[in-house]
DNA sequence: AATAATAACATTAACGTTAATGTTATTATT
DNA sequence: AATAATAACATTAACGTTAATGTTATTATT
């Protein structure tokens, strides 16, 4: 890409007067180079500004040091989170990231993989999208190191790092019951979505623990994407379909809905209190007090990191690892003003 | 990284009786091999699962098909916007992204560049955190392929894309002035920023336009991260400073100080109007209307994306190219409730 | 003093692919 | 009918590095 002459490990070598060889044991730190060798070569070579070419390297060490995160929608703050704290735990380790969107769609995903696969990472960290399992079998049939984040399959046994959905789900519905709310509204993600699902079975739970019967015309499935829980909730508004209560996806939608409903009158929390998912904690987004469903999602980053290690350096292993990380509830008073505690959260 | 035996050009080859060169050609799509072979080689491939060697075929080709993009925050909005349309737009013309953070550190930005060097990447788009040149400067001698995005040095000449920020802190300030706001707070970002320096410039060019004096207590210079305005915001109030309008440096700054002034008491907009810059538009981040410097973000990563491959499709060129992208201001009613033109925008 | 061990290098081969040539049979050209 | 051109392949070399050996002088060991 450069009209400038690329130095080369063969550069450095003739000024010094050593091997090819010599030189790349020596800026590797390897032992069968003298110090002084050493030294002598690396100051030749920071002076020519010699910059090592990882794609030969790689090809040699068959290792690129570099993961593949393959996620649904970078835009969507969670998955930003997880990519940064990623990303800064991989660095640590001497590995790079090599990020992918698959804006939720099987078809991306598979390319996603692909490209991940042809660029010869060390290993996948995958939010799948779950429309389809092939590429996760795929994965597996080829023993590829990956791990799921975030999602998981029932039927496919694999290393993953999910929240437990099932509590949170069952915490979130229970917390609208006990403040005596009637009729709750889920807004949900897509029901091939495992945590969607999980989220579905504790919100049912908490229903039947109160006696009260599963109403399938407050369920709703929709995409975590911008305008969506807007427009299922004037839909439901449309079918005068009545509630007191909304237990939603995620943050950002409990976010718009509280934002819609108050722009056409209703009186948050006093009409319809609503329950998030996530617990986004950044300033920007939330400046606003919202109950939601908390977990580690730090710790949910950093262990999906740990078990990608392990099983990289330990490929022989048949061991899978599947944590499942606890949710709790983090209750803050809804109302339309600042929420001083968040500075002490976390 | 697995134990499943890896399928190369070499296999395949041998299951179809020809040499590795011409399943290379006919994978390829080549024109010196017969349409039968392609198709029969494709088949093979197909059933052993072929996935071609990134690594290996950069090597010999010297090239990629990767563009380093380097900014300093991932979470920023503003940057996953770009981002993405980056992804996208590149992806459309064969090229996949390498996206690295730098949190602001001129340090990480330099180890990022070498990076991206080191993987041999064909171009690189990059925010510089400019807290530093000698990285631009040497991207410059090195002859690499790069485009600055947001940002650009007064005294290095290199491809850019940035918005015209002068004009927008122009707009910002007299329409505070417009409104009747004395004394307007500019909540800048860090002066060796670009484009918080020709903001500045901006906003001192309407301040003089109505005869009003420079106040340089009323400017105050933040890291565009989550807790700094309601720190600064703080900070002034501790000072006793009096304002009656707010130029931000961004909508999440923009959006954290109203928060935390209406939960300390203020009234917004009656004692204090706040203007922010950019125009996120995720409905999501934004359920408030806010009055903001606006322009087209997707249009600006394009740019640079058609920058980026012009330069690369003509190494030789000596040209520049510079893209300052105009702004205008989006005046919304603020107040707090939904802005339903958020659909229509854009 | 003879032999073994080690330090410090050099030489060779290989990673998997593709560009640059080379070869041969077939077809086109005059 | 002789030659040129072309189609469809094969062979060879190269991308830049590092792992696996090889070599030689020096030092350690008995």
Not at 92 to 110: C, K, M, R, S
Request: glycine share 6%; proline share 3%.
């Amino acid at each position: 890409m450069s009209k400038y002459k690329k130095v080369k490990l063969k550069h450095i070598a003739e000024q010094a007067g050593v091997s090819i060889n010599t030189v790349s044991h020596a800026l590797n730190d390897k032992s069968d180079i003298s110090e002084k060798t050493k030294e002598r070569i690396r100051k030749i070579a920071k002076n020519l500004g010699y910059i090592p070419d990882a794609v030969a390297g790689s090809m040699r060490k068959g290792s690129t040091k570099t993961i593949g995160v393959i996620i649904p929608d970078i835009m969507d703050p969670l998955m930003s989170i997880w990519v940064k704290d990623i990303e800064t735990k991989l660095r640590q380790n001497g590995y790079n990231i090599f990020v992918i969107n698959t804006d939720e769609n099987y078809a991306l995903e598979e390319k996603a993989l692909v490209l991940a696969l042809s660029k010869k990472v060390d290993g996948i960290i995958l939010c799948p999208c779950q429309k389809d399992d092939k590429d996760i079998i795929f994965l597996k049939k080829k023993r590829i190191n990956f791990v799921l984040l975030g999602r998981r399959f029932n039927h496919i046994k694999t290393d993953y790092v999910v929240a437990d959905d099932l509590k949170g789900g069952y915490l979130a519905t229970k917390h609208l019951l006990d403040q005596g709310r009637k009729r709750i509204l889920l807004l949900n993600g897509h029901s091939y979505i495992s945590s969607a699902q999980e989220r579905y079975r504790g919100y049912t739970e908490a229903l039947k623990e109160k006696k009260q019967k599963i109403d399938n015309s407050l369920v709703y499935e929709i995409a975590n994407t911008s305008g969506n829980s807007m427009q299922a909730i004037k839909k439901i508004l449309g079918k005068k379909i009545k509630f007191d209560g909304i237990f939603a996806f995620s943050d950002l939608m409990a976010w718009e809905v509280i934002a819609f409903l108050q722009e056409i009158g209703f009186k948050i929390p006093e009409d319809v209190e609503v329950v998030g998912y996530d617990n986004i904690q950044s300033r920007f987004y939330f400046p606003y007090s919202l109950t939601t469903v908390n977990y580690p999602k730090r710790t949910a980053a950093h262990k999906a990191v740990d078990i990608l290690l392990k099983k990289i350096a330990n490929p022989d292993s048949q061991q899978y690892f599947q944590e499942i990380i606890d949710t709790n509830l983090f209750i803050r008073k809804q109302q339309n003003n600042y929420d001083p505690d968040y500075l002490e959260e976390h």
